[in-house]
């Protein structure tokens, strides 16, 4: 395939990033999401650069006249596909002159024969969509960011007989939620590969609270039927992790994060799963109420969730317990197997 070009933007590609290369790129990211009110990098990405743990990634950088980091994109295999997953960021001073199609175009370049290439666009800016039409990329899916005041009235949660709710115990519960999480999201493209590292990552960043990852368990037997992990972005990092719910839809939502405006600290339904054999019972409502619970009684006052837009089953879920749309994300794909049907 042949690919154009923008002129004059040179893209280099590294294997490996120096610290002081990640930290550009965090900068870059940061002052991105802050003119953006998105963060252009997930979670995902963001906590690969930070901790320097994850799979083989190819990292496309655009430098300024003075060596200053103006443009980053991050590729990485999607496991057991011909596919290469991408994200990328401009600095809000180097846009319109030709970066991002630049990054895009040597993206595009790495993709294999009959693979594809799947770029995140957060907020779903303008822009993004149309440098997706002039290089033929096309959405291929939508998530949602949708947002609840938690000063509104709160059901409480009803937890079916025999069931009952306590924290998660790292070390001890690490095995049993990765088995019903990769049961919850078996058809799921981010969330049901999740391994111990993914885990053992998010456990060791500050804003865990083992407090706050609630498991719905058999109380005769002990057994993991569900679960609500929360999370709580405080002033010092308002930037929001990934969400996903699976109860209605075993399908659920993506990995992709939002930003939180303002300072005040904002809660997030961070991952919500039901083990497959325990759904038809409630617990996606229950739990859901129960970790908005806690979010309230640790006095925040708003809470945000993720969604695929696909997932009508958790969408009317959580549009019956009090959220609303607030802010979109789209994935675009570009194929060497074209669509069928109308672009």
Avoid: C
């Avoid at 456990?203 to 039927?225: C, H, K, N, Q």
């Amino acid at each position: 395939m042949t690919t154009e070009r923008a002129a004059d933007v040179r893209v280099s590609s590294l294997d490996r990033l120096t610290p002081d290369e990640v930290e550009a790129i965090l900068a870059l990211s940061g002052v991105a999401g802050a003119a953006d009110g998105a963060d252009p990098l997930s979670e995902h990405v963001t906590l690969r650069l930070r901790q320097a743990e994850g799979g083989p990634a190819v990292h496309l950088v655009v430098r300024g006249p003075a060596g200053a980091m103006v443009g980053y994109a991050h590729l990485e295999p999607v496991d057991g596909t011909a596919e290469v997953a991408a994200e990328l960021v401009v600095h809000p001073m180097w846009r319109r002159q030709g970066l991002g199609r630049a990054l895009v175009s040597a993206a595009l370049e790495r993709v294999p024969g009959t693979g594809a290439l799947l770029v995140w666009a957060h907020s779903d800016h303008p822009s993004a969509a149309a440098l997706a039409l002039d290089l033929g990329l096309h959405r291929s899916r939508v998530l949602w960011q949708l947002r609840r005041s938690l000063r509104d009235p709160l059901p409480e949660p009803k937890l079916p007989a025999g069931v009952s709710v306590r924290a998660f115990r790292p070390g001890s519960d690490d095995e049993a939620w990765l088995e019903v999480n990769r049961r919850s999201f078996a058809s799921h493209p981010e969330q049901g590969r999740w391994d111990r590292a993914d885990l053992r990552l998010r456990l060791a960043e500050p804003w865990f609270d083992p407090a706050g990852f609630l498991l719905a368990v058999e109380e005769s037997s002990g057994r993991l039927l569900g679960f609500h992990w929360t999370k709580v972005h405080g002033r010092s990092d308002p930037t929001s992790g990934a969400d996903r719910t699976s109860e209605a839809d075993p399908t659920s939502e993506a990995d992709p994060t939002g930003r939180a405006e303002g300072s005040a600290p904002i809660g997030e339904v961070y991952v919500l799963g039901v083990d497959p054999d325990s759904h038809g019972l409630g617990l996606g409502r229950a739990l859901t109420l129960a970790g908005l619970h806690h979010l309230r009684d640790r006095g925040l006052t708003r809470v945000m969730l993720y969604v695929d837009e696909s997932n009508t089953g958790a969408m009317a879920l959580y549009t019956r317990l009090g959220f609303a749309n607030w802010l979109r994300h789209v994935q675009y794909r570009w194929s060497s197997t074209p669509p069928e049907g109308p672009a």
